[in-house]
Structures are given as C-alpha cells and as structure tokens.
C-alpha cells in the first residue's frame, strides 16, 4: 500500500484542494475526504439546466477525458498486500431469486452516466454505477470526473447522476449529487492510485406531462422554452366571429380553395388567407393590410430531428440546428386576401407554451437498485464491467458512439501496475478494448447475469493503456480497494441525503 510522505519539517506540498482552500473534512486518521456539490436549494436549478429543451445539455455534454501522452507502455512489480482482512456489502435485491436462467448478458439497471460543468464551461461526462448504502443514494464512479484534477482542482460543478441514460432521456429521473467522497490522497495530491469517488444524491427528479397553457401570439414569441401552436379549422360563424372579438387572443386565417375568388383587401367581405413563403419575401412584405403583406412575426416550431429532416416547405433555408440538439423550423407567412367560396375552409391559429412539472422519483436505489462492494479481495479474479465509451483510439477511430452501454470480461492483473503518465503505482489492469467515456465505470465481481447485481470491485481510472502499441486501446486500469476505500465507502454510505425541497 502506497502512502503520501510529508517532506522534511512537516510542510505540506499540496497542489489540490488544499492548496486551493476548497479541501473537505478529512477523517481523523487522514484518508477520507469528502466535500458539498449541490445545496438543496440550487436542486431545482440544477435539474432545469439538464431537463430543459429536452434533455439538450444531455446530449450536447462530451466526453471526459485526462489530459494525457498514450499509455504503451507499463511496468508491472509484485502483487497487492491486503491492508485489512477482505470485506463485502451485498447489492441491494440479492435476495431476489431469478424465474429463468438467462444466458445473454443483461445489462444492470444500476449504471447509467454522472454529467457535470468543467472549469472551461463546457460539459462532460463519465460512467457510473448506483451503488448499496444505508439510504439507497449513493453512486461509485471515477475520482477525476467528481474533482476537478489540474490547477488546483475543485468538485465539478452542475453534478448529476443519470441512470439507464439513452439519447438525451433519463428514464428513472436525474439525481444531484449533494456530497462528494474520496480518498484524502487524491482530492489533495491528486494521487491516481486512488481514483475513485462515492457521491451521496438526493431523490431523484422526473418531468411530469407538460400542461399546455394558451397565451397570445405577443407571449408566444417572447417566450423561451417549450412552445407549440396549432392551427384550428373552424365554422365560417365561429371565423366572422372571432374576427370581431377584440379579446380574442387568436390569429384567424382562410384556405381559399378553387372557388374563392382573389380579391384586395378593401373588397365587400374579403378575407385573408395566411400563405407560408420564404424568409426573403417576407422581409419584402409591406406592414398593415395588402396583399403580399406581412402575416404578422415569424413562427418559430421547435421539432424533433426526423421532422426536421423531412421538411422541405418554404421554410426550408431557414431550419437551425444546434450542438444542443434543438432543432427549429422558422415558418413566415404572407396575406393572400379573396371572398370565400363553396370550398374556402376557416382556420384559427392558437398559441400555446408548455409548462412541464417536476416530480419527486423518489430514492436512487428503490428505483434501481445498488451493486455490492467488496475490498481486500484477491486479484486474478474475473469480473464483468460496465460503462459508455465514446471516445476515439489513438489512431482516430471511433467505434463507439457513447449512446449506449457495452461491457467487458475478463480476470484482472495479479501484478500491479505503474503508469507513469499519471505518476501511479498500483493500479490493478484488465483487458478491454474501449475507449474514453468508460472511465468511471464499475467493475464488478461476482456477477450474477440472472439478477444483474455484483459487487464493486474497482472503477476505470483515467487511462487507457495500447500496451501492444496498434495505436488501439486495449487495456483499462483501477484503483486497488482496499481497506482505505472501504473507509472512503462507509463514510458515504451512512450519509442521508433527503429530497429537494
């Protein structure tokens, strides 16, 4: 087992959070650190700012990656020495006898994506697992993607924890972590022998189905967020009707049909009929009544990617999309005035804006479940990991798109092994072809395929070795857990986090 010296005289040469002054409450005997993330009363703002304009800074984040040379080569010393006698705590639902034995492998439902803010703004992301604790609300994951490594790091900000995550969508809710747990050794030194980190979250945070609140064409435009409008078809009476309305908050409009014969707008009972066209005839629309006027501001339509593609109206050079994954349509409309015929058809535009509600989902692992965790175990053993690559290889391929989850499976080194990129020294190897993004992910022994529970065992660390030099990654690395983490792990397990309030 490694230990931080002090140098001569007793001085502390920190270049982490405690330089910085952000350093947690360490344990008396100098191994855990833990620090706040999240108070309760920035929960709703940091849910919004993951949920809003569905799920868009979901998708927009990006993988997390150490800023690293390529890992080919390694030296591998003697085996681990256990610190402490081995030790376990089983994953919630164990219990639970599988109906079928299941020879596919079945992902768990405990993993899922930890989201946050860098100190450069942008957002990123790393994998994670729901792991046992006494309140159901704990999550094991990386210590670079909960502490912000370099520069006198910091907890990162905007820290979620979103299971089963897929394309943008937080099937089981979104939860904010409240405390940060990790090895004194790391938040400090930035030791990577310990890179690993345990987050207490509070309840997790769904939308509700959004309510749809109509508003005028005025609120509509100013509006930002989720917005809709629809075009009505109505009676001539309730048309002639809501023309004259003064209160009428609606935009009323006529498709003419063959029969209706094209007028001015100063003509005995002439109408006006709204025609879509480009953004640079309207621009050369005049204001007020006429025809080839103006029919009121531009309609900005929020859609889905599909709908997007597929539109091919007039509109068509003024569709935007961006890196957030909002996709928008901007319709503008002209006056076309006529008197109705046999077959003119009345339309009222409505206009309304989506207020969507949150709702309380209620604890991380009554909705998931929690893997096991075990320490001091021998090394040699097999386990089955879990996580979201999505970065590229060292020689630019990128065969994973970090939408979806993949595994690996294999025994673990029974030697340690130093990589000196990151100045560590007893990091546990396992062969693994993925690549960033996975970083985080649990390791678990024991696995059971029927009830998708293990114990955690280790966490992909920051690397990722080509140890046979392709330019291919081909290798993963963990923290040892020994009993040091069992200490980190225990302090955060018996942490309450509670719910937003």
Request: aromatic share 14%; with cysteine.
């Amino acid at each position: 087992m490694k230990r931080i010296l002090l140098p001569a005289g007793g001085a502390i040469l920190a270049t982490g959070l405690l330089a910085a002054g952000l350093a947690g409450t360490a344990s008396a005997s100098g191994v855990v650190d833990d620090a706040p993330l999240t108070p309760n009363n920035k929960v709703a703002e940091t849910v919004d700012f993951w949920f809003k304009a569905n799920g868009a800074a979901l998708r927009a984040a990006s993988v997390y990656r150490y800023d690293y040379k390529e890992v080919n080569k390694l030296v591998q010393k003697g085996g681990y020495t256990p610190d402490t006698k081995p030790g376990s705590t089983a994953p919630i639902g164990e219990e639970k006898k599988a109906a079928v034995k299941v020879q596919n492998v079945n992902l768990p439902k405990t993993i899922g994506k930890v989201f946050f803010e860098g100190r450069d703004g942008k957002l990123y992301w790393c994998s994670a697992t729901s792991i046992q604790s006494t309140y159901h609300n704990l999550v094991a994951t990386a210590g670079h993607c909960v502490y912000q490594t370099g520069a006198n790091g910091h907890v990162l900000d905007k820290w979620v924890f979103v299971p089963g995550y897929y394309q943008g969508k937080a099937p089981w809710g979104i939860y904010v972590g409240k405390q940060a747990f990790t090895h004194y050794d790391f938040a400090t030194y930035e030791d990577y022998d310990k890179d690993y980190a345990f987050v207490t979250v509070y309840n997790g945070i769904t939308l509700g189905g959004g309510d749809a609140k109509k508003v005028t064409k005025a609120e509509y435009d100013a509006a930002e967020g989720l917005k809709e409008y629809k075009d009505v078809e109505i009676s001539k009476d309730e048309f002639l009707k809501g023309k004259l309305d003064p209160t009428s908050t609606d935009s009323y409009w006529v498709e003419r049909g063959k029969h209706g014969k094209k007028v001015g707008p100063d003509y005995p009972g002439a109408v006006v009929e709204k025609v879509e066209t480009t953004k640079d005839k309207w621009i050369r629309g005049g204001i007020g009544k006429g025809e080839g006027f103006k029919f009121g501001e531009p309609v900005v339509e929020q859609v889905s990617e599909h709908e997007w593609k597929r539109y091919q109206g007039p509109g068509e050079k003024s569709k935007t999309a961006d890196r957030f994954g909002n996709y928008t349509i901007t319709h503008y409309f002209i006056q076309s005035w006529s008197v109705p015929g046999t077959d003119t058809k009345f339309f009222k535009t409505e206009f309304y804006l989506i207020q969507n509600f949150v709702k309380d989902a209620g604890r991380l692992g009554d909705n998931v479940g929690g893997q096991g965790f075990a320490w001091n175990q021998p090394t040699g053993k097999y386990v089955r990991t879990f996580g979201y690559p999505g970065g590229e290889h060292p020689d630019g391929n990128k065969p994973y798109t970090g939408v979806t989850p993949k595994w690996c499976y294999g025994k673990t080194s029974t030697k340690r092994t130093v990589v000196a990129a990151i100045k560590a020294e007893e990091l546990v190897s396992l062969k693994c072809a993925v690549t960033p993004g996975y970083n985080g992910s649990p390791w678990l022994l024991k696995y059971s395929n029927a009830k998708r529970l293990g114990y955690v065992n280790g966490v992909t660390t920051a690397v990722f070795g080509d140890v046979d030099g392709n330019n291919r990654y081909d290798t993963i690395f963990s923290s040892y857990f020994d009993g040091e983490t069992a200490s980190v792990y225990k302090a955060a397990a018996a942490l309450w986090s509670g719910k937003m309030s």
